[in-house]
């Protein structure tokens, strides 16, 4: 299941690309995002692990590893969401049921079609789509 990490992450980017080769601490982004800089330092660190962020020790701030045309909504989720499936089916149906025996198998094919045109979609959107939109 997606949580706001996703969201946070994609902030986090846009604001970073307003400020070309400037670096932006984490308190700055936090202060946007209205949350706490633990919370953008960790969001950072999954970006950073990623190759999407850049930091360099005793200098605050993060600047991007690429241009946010590069950068792919797919990228950003991937590099904050857990690699668990969008959808889970619930592990233990009655096998003695009818619909219990075959509901696994019957959702996985709708709920794997639905991922993929979930991941299809955010591949073709790039962090620069996103900030194109939060200009005036």
Request: proline share 5%; aromatic share 4%; charged share 15%.
């Amino acid at each position: 299941m997606i949580n706001s990490r996703f969201a946070v992450a994609i902030h986090i980017l846009s604001l970073i690309a307003a400020s070309p080769g400037k670096p932006v601490t984490s308190d700055y982004i936090a202060g946007s995002v209205n949350t706490n800089p633990v919370v953008i330092r960790r969001i950072s660190g999954m970006l950073k692990k990623a190759g999407l962020l850049q930091t360099h020790a005793g200098v605050a701030g993060a600047i991007l590893t690429k241009e946010i045309t590069d950068i792919s909504l797919l990228d950003v989720y991937r590099a904050v969401q857990v690699q668990d499936d969008l959808f889970a089916i619930h592990e233990n149906p009655n096998p003695n049921c009818p619909v219990g025996r075959n509901i696994q198998a019957a959702l996985e094919d709708a709920f794997g079609n639905a991922q993929k045109a979930m991941e299809n979609e955010l591949a073709s959107k790039s962090v620069a789509d996103i900030v194109h939109h939060l200009s005036p």
